[in-house]
């Protein structure tokens, strides 16, 4: 009987053994789409500095590998990472690190070869895009891994996560010009624009999740929410956002004031956004498919649209915008 329960349980344990699609399925190479964020970085750098690269398509292929193959290194420990606390999540409890037994040996050598991958070509590019990315994969490590995991503080977690999206842009500017940087302003823009999107995700998680399993669930799937309370995370997302349009407003009217045009839709984007990530079962839990989101995606087309055709349109009465003036309401003596 003993030895029949013993083959038993070594059935059983093998069958649970993570298999090699396991590990493929822990880079999360699904969330690709993220990397859309790349998108305005080139742009941008096309606009204010035109092409200085000697060759943009190979820039393009090695920005676009350094891109995916850091942010699936980072999912890669942090799916591993965080396989204990996911076990309590209502979806994220069907992960094949939660589901499987995984080798963190297995792991490291999966993070070491997609960061080994990134950062080559990071090197082969240019030396800004190896700086930015040894601060992408920097980021992952500093997230994940105790004794830092700024992942467990609020606020911190929310603002050490959205950090990715300026290196995004980042990595697209460099494509075209790898002698410079995006200026600050717009910089900190992408970035309090992805803490925005980051805080609507928990905002929806933790709605959705004290609903119909508790608080206390969800402060065992992740530790920062231990600190946060509804009407908090809602504040924290409107000050993200106001941050975020803040600092593209002078992004804006320092480089072309005819873009100030654009922020209201932008503004409207925003509470677009807010409004989904309220909703019941929200794709904002899930930004990697926000492309279902068809409401979603006529607003960024709008936007892009109102962009291009201001790109190319003078507003000569904007001017006065850009110096001191004052409504004259009666002449002075």
Same mark, same amino acid.
């Given at each position: 009987?003993?030895?029949?329960?013993?083959?038993?349980?070594?059935?059983?344990?093998?069958?649970?053994?993570?298999?090699?699609?396991?590990?493929?399925?822990?880079?999360?190479?699904?969330?690709?789409?993220?990397?859309?964020?790349?998108?305005?970085?080139?742009?941008?750098?096309?606009?204010?500095?035109?092409?200085?690269?000697?060759?943009?398509?190979?820039?393009?292929?090695?920005?676009?590998?350094?891109?995916?193959?850091?942010?699936?290194?980072?999912?890669?420990?942090?799916?591993?990472?965080?396989?204990?606390?996911?076990?309590?999540?209502?979806?994220?409890?069907?992960?094949?690190?939660?589901?499987?037994?995984?080798?963190?040996?297995?792991?490291?050598?999966?993070?070491?070869? +997609?960061?080994?991958?990134?950062?080559?070509?990071?090197?082969?590019?240019? !030396?800004?895009?190896?700086? *930015?990315? $040894? =601060? #992408?994969?920097?980021?992952?490590?500093?997230?994940?891994?105790?004794?830092?995991?700024?992942?467990?503080?609020?606020?911190?977690?929310?603002?050490?996560?959205?950090?990715?999206?300026?290196?995004?842009?980042?990595?697209?500017?460099?494509?075209?010009?790898?002698?410079?940087?995006?200026?600050?302003?717009?910089?900190?823009?992408?970035?309090?624009?992805?803490?925005?999107?980051?805080?609507?995700?928990?905002?929806?998680?933790?709605?959705?999740?004290?609903?119909?399993?508790?608080?206390?669930?969800?402060?065992?799937?992740?530790?920062?929410?231990?600190?946060?309370?509804?009407?908090?995370?809602?504040?924290?997302?409107?000050?993200?956002?106001?941050?975020?349009?803040?600092? +593209?407003?002078?992004?804006?009217?320092?480089?072309?004031?005819?873009?100030? !045009?654009?922020?209201?839709? *932008?503004? $409207? =984007? #925003?509470?677009?956004?807010?409004?989904?990530?309220?909703?019941?079962?929200?794709?904002?839990?899930?930004?990697?498919?926000?492309?279902?989101?068809?409401?979603?995606?006529?607003?960024?087309?709008?936007?892009?649209?109102?962009?291009?055709?201001?790109?190319?349109?003078?507003?000569?009465?904007?001017?006065?915008?850009?110096?001191?003036?004052?409504?004259?309401?009666?002449?002075?003596?």
């Amino acid at each position: 009987m003993t030895q029949a329960l013993g083959i038993s349980l070594a059935s059983s344990d093998a069958l649970n053994r993570a298999n090699w699609p396991d590990y493929v399925s822990i880079a999360r190479l699904d969330h690709v789409t993220k990397h859309v964020f790349i998108v305005p970085g080139v742009l941008l750098a096309l606009l204010l500095r035109g092409v200085r690269s000697e060759s943009v398509v190979s820039m393009a292929v090695l920005g676009l590998v350094v891109a995916v193959t850091i942010a699936s290194a980072n999912y890669a420990i942090n799916e591993y990472l965080d396989r204990e606390s996911d076990k309590h999540h209502p979806t994220k409890s069907a992960r094949s690190a939660v589901q499987r037994t995984m080798s963190g040996t297995l792991v490291f050598a999966e993070w070491l070869a +997609l960061l080994a991958i990134g950062l080559c070509a990071a090197w082969a590019a240019s !030396l800004t895009m190896l700086i *930015i990315a $040894l =601060l #992408f994969a920097s980021q992952g490590i500093f997230y994940n891994v105790r004794p830092i995991r700024t992942k467990d503080v609020p606020y911190l977690d929310v603002l050490s996560e959205a950090v990715n999206n300026p290196f995004r842009l980042m990595i697209g500017w460099a494509m075209l010009d790898p002698s410079t940087l995006p200026p600050s302003s717009i910089i900190l823009a992408y970035w309090f624009g992805g803490a925005f999107l980051m805080g609507a995700k928990r905002l929806s998680e933790y709605r959705e999740i004290v609903a119909s399993h508790g608080k206390d669930l969800l402060a065992r799937y992740r530790k920062s929410f231990s600190g946060y309370t509804e009407i908090s995370l809602t504040t924290s997302v409107l000050i993200y956002a106001m941050l975020s349009s803040a600092f +593209l407003g002078v992004f804006l009217v320092k480089y072309r004031i005819e873009y100030l !045009l654009v922020l209201p839709a *932008i503004i $409207l =984007l #925003f509470g677009k956004y807010l409004a989904l990530s309220m909703g019941p079962g929200s794709t904002a839990q899930k930004p990697e498919r926000l492309f279902r989101e068809s409401g979603l995606l006529v607003m960024v087309a709008f936007v892009s649209m109102l962009f291009a055709v201001f790109t190319f349109i003078d507003v000569p009465s904007l001017d006065g915008l850009t110096s001191q003036q004052f409504i004259a309401i009666s002449r002075g003596d």
